[in-house]
């Protein structure tokens, strides 16, 4: 009730951004959660305004180039890969998002038929993805799409190896931002 009231007073938009954001960051919920009941109420309404935000949001420029959203088959919440998708199609960016538990065999085909500019995910520090089999993948189906896999706010360094970008979440989001017009 708290978050109703909220958008009766803000835009969707604002509450996003100055409230629901900042408060995922501190309680660590963008990426992992600890399956404690309080927190599934908190992530369903969550989950609830993002794609309502996501759904308020303008109609992409489809002379963007595309970008895919995915998380591998693995524990993580999809809340960071939500906030992603509304920050992403909020500055007119063409965004296809494929949702949580997607394996690299689920990727080719989409890879094939829409070729995106970019391919984003993030990983939580103790998950072992193949990133090689998706490079390998990448490269065999649309070389000119590169993988940016955005980490937890405690990775501050940049690393680039052949196709695929890692940087902080909010760099990666900031990058794929400014390199799709």
């Given at each position: 009730w708290v978050l109703d009231e909220l958008l009766m007073t803000w835009p969707i938009d604002i509450l996003i951004e100055k409230i629901i954001y900042p408060f995922l960051k501190l309680t660590k919920l963008l990426w992992i959660g600890h399956k404690l009941s309080e927190e599934h109420l908190v992530v369903t309404a969550t989950?609830?305004?993002l794609i309502l935000a996501i759904e308020s949001s303008k109609a992409c420029d489809l002379n963007t180039r595309v970008v895919i959203l995915f998380l591998p088959d693995s524990n993580q919440l999809d809340l960071g890969l939500l906030y992603s998708n509304f920050y992403l199609k909020s500055n007119g960016i063409h965004v296809i998002y494929l949702g949580n538990d997607v394996s690299v065999q689920n990727l080719k085909s989409i890879i094939y038929s829409?070729?995106?500019?970019?391919?984003?995910?993030?990983?939580?520090?103790?998950?072992?993805?193949?990133?090689?089999?998706?490079?390998?993948?990448i490269n065999t189906y649309s070389p000119e799409t590169k993988l940016v896999i955005g980490s937890y706010s405690?990775?501050?360094?940049?690393?680039?190896?052949?196709?695929?970008?890692?940087?902080?979440?909010n760099a990666a989001l900031e990058f794929l931002r400014d390199n799709t017009c």
């Open positions: 989950r609830k305004k829409s070729s995106p500019a970019f391919i984003f995910t993030y990983l939580h520090p103790h998950y072992h993805f193949g990133v090689d089999k998706l490079s390998e993948c405690g990775c501050s360094a940049l690393y680039s190896q052949k196709n695929v970008l890692h940087l902080p979440f």
